[in-house]
Each structure stands twice: as C-alpha cells, then as structure tokens.
C-alpha cells in the first residue's frame, strides 16, 4: 500500500518520517522489531511546528544538530550562529534548516536503505547510549531526542578519551545543546539498566558495540574498539 508521510513535529520531519524504518520498541531494548517500508513523499509544513509544547520543539532540534555535527559542518555553524533566530521560529531560516537536515537523513538512507553498508550507521550519533538510557526508563522519562543529547555528550567524551575527536569539539557541542535547553546528563538512572539495554541494542557488533565518533564537524566515523571499561567510565559520569 501507498503511504504519504505528513509528519508535524520536528523529530518527524528531520528524522522519523524518512528512511523507510517501521520498527517497535520492547521492554528491553529500542527498535528491536520491525521492517521496512518507505513512503511514496514525505510533505513537511514547517507551520506546524508553532503548535508544539517547548519541549517536544527542542528534543527534536537534538536530531537536526545531530545531523550537522556528523556531516554537514555548516548546518552545525547555523545552530552555533543563529540559535535564537531557530529558536524563534523565523520562517525562512526554520524552513532552511528543516530541508538541509531532511536532505542530510534522505541522501544517507537512499545510500544505505537497510543499514547493512555501513553508511547509515553514522546517523546513530548519540544513540547507542541515547537508545540504552530510554530503554531503561521504561520510555517514560526522556523524549528520544532528549536521551539522544545526553548520548551524544558521552559520545564526544568517549571520542576524545579514544583520540579520535578534537578535545575542543566537548565544548562547541555542549554550547549549542544548552542554547536549545537539551540536557546532558541523566541523574539517578539505573546504570546496570542502561547497560543491559545498550548490550542488545541492533548497533551491537558480536559482544561489542559499534560507536559513532566525531573526527571533527561534519565528519564521523564508526569504531568498535572502544574499551568495555572506557564506556562503563563515561556512563558513570553521565548518570552522577
């Protein structure tokens, strides 16, 4: 059957709505059933977005800055410039940065329709602690793109223990997820939760995770390599 895809909040036009995934959430883990199956059009009407509560607008912002920090250097620089100017909703620059964003998702995915070349997984920036820490709290606590911020600031973290990402990245990260009130860390979470959860998580590669790490902005790579302990560290002082 044909579908049409009308998404109205700003997770579902920068992410959601494109790429074709139909997945389930389970009690233990994030996304873990589901298939396949893309829309004929993704329609976007930026309007809508003025009818959303605060924090459904900014969860969904973590996405779209997601997006910059990964591949498009300058989307992120428009986060770092013109933060209000989003935050406002001016029409011509919210529409700007929704297509640029829904570009990035679209021309990544029609690479890599079923994430099995390795290409589509650099969308998963945050989301292996982000997918863990919703998991854990029952999907109750954190909004997805909430729980994402926090997993992008272990991400970086672990990035720069690993010498991957350039220790200046911690901060230029952390500047443009506080403009858009995102948080950071998650205070009073179950770690052993969190863990069990991320263990089976579909990014899970053999009896390891496979991480997405900044090299600088606009450019991410994936490593498998990341000590168990190193990443036990990070969560520790993610939930502290």
Known sequence: MNF????????????????????????????LVGAFYQPRMVVAD?????????????????????????????????????ADAILDLQPELTTSVIRRSMAIKANVVSQDERETKGVRVLLNYGHTIGHGLEAATAYGAYLHGEAVSIGMMGAVT?????????????????????????????????LHRVEAAMSLDKKAVGS?????????????????????EMAQRVLRELVR
Not at 159 to 186: E, H, Y
Request: proline share 7%; net charge positive.
């Open 46 to 82: 930026v309007a809508a977005m003025r009818t959303l509560p605060k924090r459904e607008t900014m969860e969904g912002w973590a996405e779209a800055i997601k997006h910059g920090l990964i591949l498009d250097a300058g989307l992120f620089a428009t986060f770092e410039d013109r």
């Open 208 to 228: 390891g995770l496979r991480w997405v790490l900044l090299q600088e902005v606009g450019r991410a790579t994936t490593r498998t390599d990341v000590p168990l």
């Open 158 to 190: 672990i990035g720069i223990r690993m010498g991957v990402t350039p220790p200046s990245l911690l901060d230029r990260q952390t500047a443009v997820l506080r403009k858009f009130n995102l948080p950071m860390f998650c205070p009073g979470v179950d």
């Open 4 to 31: 049409v895809q009308s998404p109205t909040s700003v997770a579902a036009m920068v992410d959601a709505s494109i790429g074709g995934k139909t997945a389930v959430d389970l009690p233990y883990a994030k996304n």
